[in-house]
């Protein structure tokens, strides 16, 4: 044989197969490496989205709820809401889709507290039950000068008075001297001249279940989703071991608290401190009675303990490919690479407005 032919001979056939056998599990080895990280690159957006949305609900519910029963600043009823009505009520209420007063929701609270505008006033007349039609005082601090202290069409506002009586109007119209309303609960109450009236607004927070939303309604015409993908929410109490003793009416006057001799009425228990100066209200406590306030807007005494509100939010992932199953997802999915899963995402906090905790 010629030896330069045997020289210039090229790769059998077998030793090209191994080549081409190296070649592929050197390649297979790469790709093995980079895939993961390619797979968790993607989910991770989807975990950034879901903390950021649990981070914009918890953002809404805090500034709200630090607000409860903000009270008016001037005039006979200074000081916080809570000295009169319930601040912090554990249902739906408003003007549509309201629940009935004997329920409640650890997934719906309506957060109620007075504008901080300077429109806070009293009647001027008597305001009858089921009347539409209210006069008011205009004292100096009034805002306007108009006949009605300042009401315009739109304005929501809150009559009072230390019954712990309360009622939510909308301003529908002015007729000097007096202004129409839309009531947003019915109630069987009317109101003597002198009680209390301030413009007022109203959180309602809410879950929708099939739909999955944080929404907010605002008492009246306004429901809105706050965020999507929510799988849970709850709310929790937490309040003065000692039974309310405000509102105290005046003697002669009965209310959910006092008889008319200013004697404190039985049925309000006194609770043991938890871990704290705080006792745990649970829900079975906030609709059993007895029950302050008038129709629609009737509520349980308890909740005049009201000190601080616990919550909590979950969130899930928007993507079914990024959810598996088990105790992680209250949705499961249909992701089966644990490298792009994300979890439900929940997150717990408390809040103590100041406005429920001012006198203690």
């Not at 600043?73 to 009520?89: E, K, Q, W, Y």
């Not at 315009?152 to 301003?171: L, T, W, Y």
């Not at 301030?198 to 959180?203: G, I, V």
């Not at 899930?316 to 105790?327: C, F, I, K, L, S």
């Amino acid at each position: 044989m010629n030896r330069a032919q045997t020289v210039d001979r090229g790769f059998s056939l077998v030793e090209s197969l191994v080549a081409l056998v190296l070649l592929l599990v050197v390649m297979g080895a790469v790709f093995g490496l980079v895939n993961p990280s390619s797979i968790a690159s993607r989910a991770q957006p989807e975990a950034i989205d879901v903390q950021q949305r649990a981070r914009v609900a918890a953002e809404a519910l805090q500034r709200d709820l630090s607000m409860a029963g903000a009270g008016p600043r001037s005039g006979p009823a200074t000081g916080s809401l809570s000295n009169h009505v319930a601040a912090v009520i554990p249902r739906r209420m408003g003007l549509q889709g309201r629940d009935a007063h004997t329920v409640a929701r650890s997934d719906a609270i309506t957060i109620y507290r007075v504008a901080a505008g300077e429109l806070q006033t009293t009647l001027l007349d008597p305001l009858a039950a089921g009347s539409l039609n209210m006069t008011m005082n205009e004292p100096s601090n009034c805002p306007a000068r108009n006949g009605v202290c300042g009401l315009a069409p739109g304005m929501s506002v809150v009559v009072f008075d230390d019954r712990a009586i309360f009622d939510r109007f909308s301003v529908t119209q002015i007729v000097n001297p007096a202004a129409l309303l839309q009531a947003h609960q019915s109630s069987s109450a009317g109101y003597a001249a002198g009680a209390i009236v301030a413009e007022a607004e109203s959180d309602i927070y809410w879950h929708n279940g099939p739909a999955k939303q944080l929404r907010h309604y605002d008492g009246h015409l306004t429901d809105v989703p706050v965020v999507d993908n929510v799988v849970g929410l709850g709310f929790a109490y937490f309040g003065d071991p000692a039974p309310p003793v405000r509102p105290k009416p005046p003697l002669g006057t009965m209310n959910c608290l006092y008889d008319a001799a200013g004697n404190l009425t039985p049925g309000l228990v006194t609770l043991m401190p938890q871990g704290g100066s705080l006792a745990e209200l649970p829900l079975s406590m906030l609709n059993d009675g007895p029950w302050c306030g008038a129709g629609d807007n009737r509520f349980d005494a308890d909740l005049l303990r009201v000190r601080r509100v616990r919550v909590s939010i979950r969130i899930q992932a928007t993507q079914a490919a990024h959810r598996g199953t088990g105790a992680d997802y209250a949705n499961g999915g249909f992701g089966r690479n644990a490298l792009a899963a994300v979890p439900d995402y929940s997150i717990t906090f408390d809040i103590a407005p100041r406005n429920l905790n001012s006198g203690r």
